[in-house]
Structures are given as structure tokens and as C-alpha cells.
């Protein structure tokens, strides 16, 4: 193996390290008052029950307040926009999540919608994406922030580097490829019709793969010495593998994230950083 494998797990640790820190210091600024973050999960995918299960323990242990609203998988969207209505008036809460994706009967649109952009914490309102899209500051989506620090980390600059996002998402490749931008790289999005996906890959000197298809990266897709960051989370009958083919891309790339360890850590670690500024902005 040549590539530097990119430890996502430690990153997270000192990410939630610096969150845990600067709660702290909220709490006694305010009475002892702690940021709270709002996690709503309708229905019982597996799947979302973990991932939303995580993000309440990831809070509790930085220090902050995680307050939990489950609905049944018939819920409306009229009741899921009044719970979200309901968050947005409670000052305990600093940060509301509706997990995604929600039950067919509910437009995603109009719940994210409803959400106070500053308590916005998902970074996934348009005007949260509409500030990122123009290079403002506002709250940024989690796994994008998170594939940014990782890159950081393992001293792959984007300043003037060629970057190729795979997937276009408005939970990480759209938002991501704005990040890139706004960090002066020459970013170009793949998609499902994209028309020679590995060409465009080769170019890469950072390459992030965000679309959700078992090992689609393959070694011969990947430039000598890029930066491969997985999104990918598949379950298959081999466990959870990534978009990118590990151990081949590996003999190739310069650094890449592991699947499981990589960016899945860091997401829960830049919501926590999330939910911390969106109460230093709701507190100031
Ligand atoms: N589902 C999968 N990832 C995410 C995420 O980052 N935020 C929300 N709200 N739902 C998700």
C-alpha cells in the first residue's frame, strides 16, 4: 500500500474535543446554560435509528442538551411542520435535525423549509445553501465540512488543485463542490450521466466519490498520489463498503479514507461544531 490512510475516527475525536471545550465556556457565559441540539426521526428505518442514535450520543458527551422527537411512519407533514414550528419557538434549542430521507408522504422540501435558518444546523435550507453557493458565511452541511477538514488534515490542499466530486446531492456533492470552489480549487461534479466518469476521475488531485454505488472507484480511475475521500456508506453481503475499491485505490492514491473511519465520523462531529455556533449566533 502506498497511500497515507486518512484516520477519520481521530480527527472526529479532536474535532469534539474542541466542541466540548467551547461549550464550556458557553455554559459559563450563561448561567450554566448548554447549547441544545433537536434530532426528529419519522418512521423506523434501521438505518436512520443508528445514525440519529449517534448524533444524541455525540451530543450528550460533548456536554451538550439532546432533546429527541420520534414520529410513526404514517406522520403528516402538516404534524411534522408543526414539531418543527414548535423547535423553532423553544430557546433551549439552538440546532434542529430532521433525519433524511423522510416517508414518501412528506415533501422533504416544505419540512426543510420550515426550519429556522438559525438553528439551520443540517445547513440544508436554501438560504443556508444560497450564502455557501455565494461564498458567505452560514451554516455548512456536516459531511462536506467534515470531507474538508479530512483534506486539511492530510495536507491536500485545494487551493488551485483540480477536484472531482462524484455525486450531486444537496446533502454532499452540490454543497461540497461549492466548499472546493470557495477554497479556489478548479471543481468539476459527476453525476449518473456524466460521460466518461473515469476519464474525468483521472484528472483528479482530489477526488470524493459521493454517490452511494459499492466500490465504483476503481485503481485505474484514480490519478497517482490524488486524495480519495469516500462518502460512500453501502451495506452489502461483505459488511459496509464504500464507492471507492479500497484496497486497489490504495496501491494508487497519495491518502484515502477507510470505510468504515473515514468521513462517517466526521459528520457527527462538524454537527456538534454546527449546533455550537448556530448557539453562539442565537446568544450574541
Ligand atoms: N441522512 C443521511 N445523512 C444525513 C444528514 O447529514 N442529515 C440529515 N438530516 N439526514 C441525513
Redesign the pocket.
Known amino acids: 500500500m502506498s497511500a497515507v490512510v486518512i484516520d477519520g475516527r481521530a480527527v472526529a475525536a479532536e474535532v469534539r474535543e474542541r466542541v466540548a471545550h467551547e461549550v464550556r465556556e458557553l455554559a459559563a457565559a450563561d448561567h450554566g446554560r448548554v447549547p441544545g441540539l433537536a434530532t426528529v426521526l419519522v418512521g423506523d428505518d434501521p438505518a436512520?435509528e443508528v445514525?440519529v442514535a449517534n448524533k444524541r450520543k455525540g451530543t450528550e458527551e460533548v456536554g451538550m442538551h439532546s432533546i429527541h422527537h420520534g414520529l410513526g411512519a404514517s406522520a403528516t407533514e402538516p404534524e411534522l411542520v408543526d414539531l418543527v414550528a414548535d423547535l423553532n419557538a423553544d430557546d433551549e434549542v439552538d440546532g434542529i435535525?430532521?433525519?433524511?430521507?423522510l416517508p414518501e408522504q412528506i415533501d422533504q422540501d416544505a419540512v426543510i423549509a420550515a426550519i429556522d435558518p438559525a438553528k439551520d444546523v443540517?445547513g440544508?435550507t436554501v438560504g443556508s445553501a444560497g450564502l455557501l453557493a455565494q461564498g458567505r458565511p452560514g451554516l455548512v452541511?456536516?459531511?462536506p465540512q467534515g470531507v474538508m477538514e479530512l483534506l486539511a488534515h492530510a495536507g491536500a490542499d485545494p487551493d488551485g488543485a483540480e477536484a472531482v466530486v462524484v455525486g450531486r446531492s444537496i446533502?454532499v456533492g452540490r454543497p461540497l463542490a461549492s466548499l472546493l470552489l470557495n477554497a479556489n480549487a478548479t471543481v468539476t461534479v459527476c453525476h449518473s450521466r456524466t460521460a466518461d466518469l473515469a476519464a474525468v476521475c483521472r484528472r483528479a488531485d482530489i477526488l470524493v466519490a459521493a454517490v452511494g454505488s459499492p466500490r465504483l472507484v476503481r485503481a485505474d480511475w484514480v490519478k497517482p498520489r490524488a486524495a480519495v475521500i469516500d462518502v460512500g456508506m453501502n451495506r452489502t453481503d461483505d459488511g459496509l463498503v464504500g464507492d471507492v475499491d479500497f484496497a486497489a485505490v490504495s496501491e494508487v492514491a497519495g491518502a484515502i479514507t477507510p470505510v468504515p473511519g473515514g468521513v462517517g465520523p466526521m459528520?457527527i462531529a462538524m454537527?456538534l461544531q454546527n449546533t455550537v455556533r448556530a448557539a453562539r449566533g442565537r446568544r450574541a
Open positions: 436512520s445514525y435535525l430532521v433525519q433524511l430521507p443540517d440544508l452541511p456536516c459531511t446533502l459528520t454537527l
